[in-house]
């Protein structure tokens, strides 16, 4: 868990709160390059279910294998999270190829803290589209939300040790490995280790080698 600072007194200085953008509204669908990234809606429940259910999918997540009325549920609660209106909320975002349709995968931006303007980045993506870049370019398009549209001062991205698919990932687009907390987190049962990854805006901002 991570905590904003404040000003003594907890008050947040006003030069640091203008720098906050203080709230993200529903965005309808954003295109990058190959991708749109849209809020998710109840018809998208078989998509999710496609990859959610898969092991291999599901090895590094805190849930098993989901069958169709986990995935029908977790798509639910994925539909309200369409905006960031004040520190707790979910932005969850479906990544689709835009030729089909078809729900690839899915990000996540979870607003930590107004005050410390403080962010964290998930991700879960179908197997059948890993390896081309689509991930990448679907994380880096979150991190621009958070950066440029909500003006977080740092995000944060977190995954287990073994996991060294998502931990390149996140070297991907910019962000430094932090922490390596052994034995930090508990997942279906076992301690694992977990890694902590961030970024700040101001090396966001640098040109991407």
């Known amino acids: 868990m991570l905590l904003g600072l404040t000003a003594p007194g907890g008050s947040t200085p006003d030069r640091q709160r203008a720098r906050i953008a203080g ?5 309808d669908a954003i295109r990058t390059a190959r991708l749109v990234l849209r809020p998710f809606d109840a018809d998208d ?3 999710v279910w496609d990859y959610q259910r898969e092991a291999v999918v599901a ?3 805190p849930w098993r294998e989901r069958d169709r009325d986990e995935v029908a549920a977790a798509v639910r609660q994925m539909v309200t999270e369409d905006a960031l209106s004040g520190e707790g909320d979910c932005l969850s975002l479906a990544v ?4 089909s349709g078809t729900v690839i995968g899915q990000v996540e931006l979870v607003w930590l803290s107004e005050t410390g303007g403080l962010g964290e980045i998930g991700f879960v993506f179908s197997p059948r589209f890993q390896g081309q870049g689509m991930a990448t370019e679907a994380v880096r398009e979150l991190l621009r939300l958070a950066f440029e549209r909500l003006g977080l001062h740092r995000v944060v991205g ?3 040790a073994g996991n060294s698919a998502s931990a390149a990932l996140l070297r991907r687009v910019g962000m430094r490995q932090e922490a390596h907390f052994v034995e930090g987190c508990l997942l279906k049962g076992r301690r694992e280790d977990e890694l902590v990854f961030a970024v700040l805006r101001s090396e966001w901002r640098r040109p991407q080698k």
């Not at 689709?96 to 030729?99: I, K, Y």
Request: charged residues 35%.
């Open 45 to 47: 429940v078989e998509d």
């Open 59 to 61: 090895r590094y997540m």
């Open 23 to 27: 709230m993200l509204p529903r965005i």
């Open 158 to 160: 977190r995954c287990v």
């Open 96 to 99: 689709t190829d835009p030729g």
